[in-house]
């Protein structure tokens, strides 16, 4: 592997996520060879550590996530500086150790801040990194790693990235959706653009409809304070579910660069049709749970620190129209939401029937090509193909390729991939800020929509998949959903 050369700072460096995942990650990096002698890690956060404390953080996140001893070679790369990030006299010290450890591990001036914190300081973090002198002048990069969420409507979303143009340009802000980090969501394109029949295929001509889901088994559990304002629209449309339906959308890329990539997925953001409230009533579906058929569950109103007048989506589904050669007239349905009847997250690609020269009485079951993200990476084809009985007759049959445990093994989880990815200054599998843009525009039509207007909660079952208005927006094209739960 390349040796990578840089100095990562993680603010919020004592937070659940980066012992959960940023230090395994790193960790295996490490293992792996892309880090060796040539990196530099900086913890911050509001607590009082010494280094010493601070490496042996690390070193039980290793051990408690990896079940692994991290050696001394690695861990002696970390170093610690306490500092709240809303002062910015406390940015100096950090200075000094950011200029400390590149010396001591010849680091050359290139410098990454992930910022693993709440998101109403990410526009600070981000001036003060400018305005306090932490960026390099004369390495080769600085760059920006932020987590989700990305604003809460479009116009947040714009200030925020506001804030952060003062410190960095858009090439240099890695946009977290650890979506793009999957396996499978990174396969989309391998089978796209690596085949020649689906290469070709991949159009008006051949595909009848595309459906994307990501569906959940749990409920609220007990993050009803933040999800109760924002709802399944918000916390999975506008940005996982969109950034998957980018892969699917987009022409073929000019080259294999994350300038191009990123282009080409703006070229199809930009042609998704924002709706009225009149077009939001007729695409789009929200829902709320219930309790399940047995009544051993509450129903969303009755969760902790739900309000009982909530009027918040736990269920999604609508359609997507994109106004391009390559798609008029194709819908892509999209659907997510809590307490379905299993987890899963899965593309279906419904091709049109073929012409039936055959003399049997039933037409022609349609192709389908499904990509199963989650729970394991999965690829189905059902096509056609003849019956084995005496007449000519057809039937479907289903060719199945599962990950399997070995490849499972070597394949990267998605922070690791994230992290390695901004280290190698590769932004394909980041969110741009046009397509985030474009996302929030045109979940807040729909969200300004359902403001305008109550509607009856609750309206499915929990442990079904979901309300029967999304069965019918198929229903009233001719289609169904492919997957059933
Ligand atoms: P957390 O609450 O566990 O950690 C927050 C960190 O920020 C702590 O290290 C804390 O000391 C630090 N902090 C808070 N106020 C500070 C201040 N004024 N000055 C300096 N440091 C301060 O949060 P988390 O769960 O680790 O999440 C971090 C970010 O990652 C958030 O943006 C969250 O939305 C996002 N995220 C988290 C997860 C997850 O699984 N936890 C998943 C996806 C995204």
Same mark, same amino acid.
């Given at each position: 592997?390349?040796?990578?050369?840089?100095?990562?700072?993680?603010?919020?460096?004592?937070?659940?996520?980066?012992?959960?995942?940023?230090?395994?990650?790193?960790?295996?990096?490490?293992?792996? #060879?892309?880090?060796?002698?040539?990196?530099?890690?900086? @913890?911050?956060?509001?607590?009082?550590?010494?280094?010493?404390? %601070?490496?042996?953080? $690390?070193?039980?996140?290793?051990?408690?996530?990896?079940?692994?001893?991290? /050696?001394?070679?690695?861990?002696?790369?970390?170093?610690?500086?306490?500092?709240?990030?809303?002062?910015?006299?406390?940015?100096? &010290?950090?200075?000094?150790?950011?200029?400390?450890?590149?010396?001591?591990?010849?680091?050359?001036?290139?410098?990454? %801040?992930?910022?693993?914190?709440?998101?109403?300081?990410?526009?600070?973090?981000?001036?003060? +990194?400018?305005?306090?002198?932490?960026?390099?002048?004369?390495?080769?990069?600085?760059?920006?790693?932020?987590?989700?969420?990305?604003?809460?409507?479009?116009?947040?979303?714009?200030?925020?990235?506001?804030?952060?143009?003062?410190?960095?340009?858009?090439?240099?802000?890695?946009?977290?959706?650890?979506?793009?980090?999957?396996?499978? !969501?990174?396969?989309?394109?391998?089978?796209?653009?690596?085949?020649? =029949?689906?290469?070709?295929?991949?159009?008006?001509?051949?595909?009848?409809?595309?459906?994307?889901?990501?569906?959940?088994?749990?409920?609220?559990?007990?993050?009803?304070?933040?999800?109760?304002?924002?709802?399944?629209?918000?916390?999975?449309?506008?940005?996982?579910?969109?950034?998957? !339906?980018?892969? +699917? *959308?987009?022409?073929?890329?000019?080259?294999?660069?994350?300038?191009?990539?990123?282009?080409? &997925?703006?070229?199809?953001?930009?042609? =998704? &049709?924002?709706?009225?409230?009149?077009?939001?009533?007729?695409?789009?579906?929200? @829902?709320?749970?219930?309790?399940?058929? *047995?009544?051993?569950?509450? #129903?969303?109103?009755?969760?902790?620190?739900?309000?009982?007048?909530?009027?918040?989506?736990?269920? !999604?589904?609508?359609?997507?129209?994109?106004?391009?050669?390559?798609?008029?007239? !194709?819908?892509?349905?999209?659907?997510?939401?809590?307490?379905?009847?299993?987890?899963?997250?899965?593309?279906?690609?419904?091709?049109?029937? #073929?012409?039936?020269?055959?003399?049997?009485?039933?037409?022609?079951?349609?192709?389908? +090509?499904?990509?199963?993200?989650?729970?394991? @990476?999965?690829?189905?084809?059902?096509?056609?193909?003849?019956?084995?009985?005496?007449?000519?007759?057809?039937?479907?049959?289903?060719?199945?390729?599962? $990950?399997?445990?070995?490849?499972?093994?070597?394949?990267?989880? /998605?922070?690791?991939?994230?992290?390695?990815?901004?280290?190698?200054?590769?932004?394909?599998?980041?969110?741009?800020?046009?397509?985030?843009?474009?996302?929030?525009? %045109? $979940?807040?039509?729909?969200?300004?929509?359902?403001?305008?207007?109550?509607?009856?909660f609750p309206n499915y079952v929990s442990g079904s998949m979901g309300p029967k208005a999304a069965d019918e927006l198929l229903a009233r094209d001719g289609h169904r959903w492919i997957y059933e739960g």
């Amino acid at each position: 592997p390349k040796e990578i050369t840089t100095l990562v700072t993680f603010f919020g460096a004592t937070g659940d996520l980066a012992k959960r995942k940023l230090y395994p990650s790193v960790y295996n990096l490490y293992k792996k #060879g892309f880090l060796k002698d040539h990196f530099g890690i900086i @913890g911050t956060s509001r607590a009082d550590l010494t280094t010493q404390e %601070f490496q042996d953080f $690390v070193r039980d996140s290793i051990k408690e996530f990896m079940k692994e001893d991290a /050696p001394i070679d690695f861990l002696r790369h970390f170093d610690y500086q306490k500092a709240d990030i809303t002062k910015a006299d406390d940015y100096a &010290k950090l200075k000094a150790l950011i200029e400390k450890l590149d010396t001591e591990f010849a680091l050359k001036g290139n410098r990454i %801040f992930y910022m693993s914190v709440a998101p109403r300081f990410f526009g600070t973090v981000a001036k003060s +990194l400018k305005s306090e002198g932490l960026l390099s002048e004369n390495g080769e990069f600085n760059r920006l790693m932020i987590e989700k969420p990305f604003g809460t409507d479009y116009a947040t979303a714009e200030q925020l990235n506001n804030e952060l143009s003062h410190a960095f340009n858009e090439n240099q802000i890695y946009r977290i959706d650890h979506y793009l980090g999957k396996e499978m !969501v990174q396969n989309i394109a391998a089978l796209r653009f690596g085949n020649p =029949l689906l290469a070709k295929a991949w159009n008006r001509e051949y595909i009848d409809n595309i459906q994307v889901t990501l569906s959940e088994t749990l409920g609220v559990e007990d993050r009803a304070g933040y999800y109760d304002t924002a709802g399944a629209l918000r916390d999975m449309i506008q940005n996982h579910t969109m950034q998957i !339906v980018g892969w +699917l *959308a987009m022409d073929e890329p000019a080259s294999w660069t994350d300038q191009d990539i990123r282009a080409a &997925k703006n070229a199809a953001f930009n042609s =998704l &049709k924002i709706y009225t409230p009149d077009e939001v009533a007729e695409n789009f579906v929200r @829902g709320q749970y219930g309790p399940d058929a *047995a009544n051993t569950q509450n #129903g969303y109103l009755n969760e902790k620190d739900v309000p009982a007048d909530s009027q918040n989506n736990t269920y !999604v589904a609508g359609k997507l129209a994109f106004a391009s050669d390559r798609w008029k007239d !194709v819908p892509f349905y999209i659907r997510t939401g809590k307490r379905l009847a299993a987890k899963t997250t899965r593309i279906d690609i419904v091709f049109k029937q #073929g012409f039936n020269l055959f003399t049997n009485a039933a037409p022609l079951e349609k192709n389908v +090509l499904s990509i199963i993200v989650d729970p394991e @990476g999965r690829i189905e084809y059902t096509m056609v193909a003849k019956d084995t009985t005496a007449e000519f007759k057809t039937r479907p049959i289903t060719l199945n390729w599962t $990950v399997s445990a070995e490849d499972k093994a070597q394949t990267p989880e /998605p922070y690791e991939r994230m992290i390695h990815d901004t280290m190698d200054g590769n932004g394909s599998n980041f969110a741009d800020w046009n397509g985030v843009a474009v996302a929030w525009k %045109f $979940v807040d039509a729909i969200q300004s929509a359902w403001d305008a207007t109550q509607q009856e909660f609750p309206n499915y079952v929990s442990g079904s998949m979901g309300p029967k208005a999304a069965d019918e927006l198929l229903a009233r094209d001719g289609h169904r959903w492919i997957y059933e739960g």
